[in-house]
């Protein structure tokens, strides 16, 4: 039987893995982190923060430049980096990108009381979209309002979106619990008690509300909110891997806040090395044909032991 969880025994996360998986993560210099390319799966590098947040924002110039009337296009996209969402708006408005056949998908949301929450939470991941990216927008150039889907308890009509038109790139982050969008470890309960759910289980799951693992919600107090965990959803509404696998590319960065140096390592490990498993949701990208990690090198730190 697998290994309980240190953080908490009643979920899978990464801490229930084999220990030779989790050392052989730790020993990974930057360089060996390069070297773990492969064929479906690329790691990049920026020296600067000017540079890695502005190739971020080209991921949806490229994906918004692709679409036409007869093929509509667009990016799914997160909260969590959010530094390139005023430059996506910036590099539209210098280009003078016209967005009337491009679209675009908000991974997640949180949930309370079974709901969504309003435009006006504090929290909001639509609110920060809007606020940080499309209202900054020329009117001429805006995407039309049919043409943004966020997730919401009911998600038929934004599942639907990813069935009739292309997803170029979805692109994203990586907690410290290892997921993308709240793509979290499971529970661990039945049928999976003993084994977490085998990757081909996981990767059938599809848009819909999760229940969020602890280290995800005191990471997202730590990042959003001064610490104040009480204030923190414990439910969010997730795009899935089923909606992940129809997106033509997985561009995920990492600057080294929203996970630590061993995270970074642990997931780029997995992926190149094929050895998916849900208790790393990440893992699972394993087996996507084209997954792109992003790092910023200054971000990347090390596993070394040190008292500060």
């Known amino acids: 039987m697998r290994a309980r969880s240190i953080v908490a025994p009643e979920w899978w996360d990464y801490t229930t893995l084999d220990r030779e998986i989790l050392d052989d993560a730790a020993r990974l210099t930057a360089a060996d982190l390069l070297g773990l390319s492969r064929e479906g799966f690329q790691v990049s590098f920026y020296e600067t923060v000017e540079d890695f947040y502005l190739a971020e924002a080209l991921d949806y110039i490229y994906a918004w430049q692709q679409a036409t009337d007869d093929e509509p296009a667009g990016i799914c996209g997160p909260i969590g980096p959010t530094e390139q969402l005023p430059l996506v708006a910036r590099l539209v408005n210098a ?174 490990f997995m992926i190149s090395k094929k050895i998916p498993d849900s208790s790393v949701p990440m893992s699972l990208l394993a087996d996507h044909p084209n997954v792109h990690f992003h790092f910023l090198r200054s971000g990347i730190g090390s596993c070394d032991a040190e008292m500060h």
Request: proline content about 9%; charged content about 30%.
């Open 95 to 268: 280009l003078d990108l016209n967005l009337k056949n491009a679209h675009f998908w908000g991974m997640d949301e949180w949930v309370e009381n079974g709901k969504e929450v309003p435009d006006d939470h504090p929290l909001s991941f639509k609110k920060a979209d809007m606020d940080l990216c499309f209202d900054r927008i020329r009117d001429d150039l805006k995407m039309p309002e049919e043409n943004l889907h966020f997730p919401g308890v009911d998600s038929t009509d934004y599942i639907k979106a990813f069935n009739e038109v292309r997803c170029v790139t979805m692109q994203g982050g990586q907690g410290e619990v290892k997921h993308w969008a709240f793509n979290d470890p499971p529970k661990r309960e039945a049928p999976y008690e003993d084994e977490p759910p085998p990757p081909e289980e996981y990767r059938k799951l599809t848009t819909r509300v999760v229940d969020l693992h602890p280290m995800t919600l005191i990471q997202n107090a730590r990042t959003s909110g001064g610490g104040v965990v009480q204030n923190v959803p414990t439910q969010a509404v997730s795009v899935g891997p089923d909606e992940t696998w129809k997106s033509e590319k997985v561009s995920i960065w990492q600057a080294g806040t929203h996970d630590n140096p061993f995270g970074m390592r642990l997931t780029s």
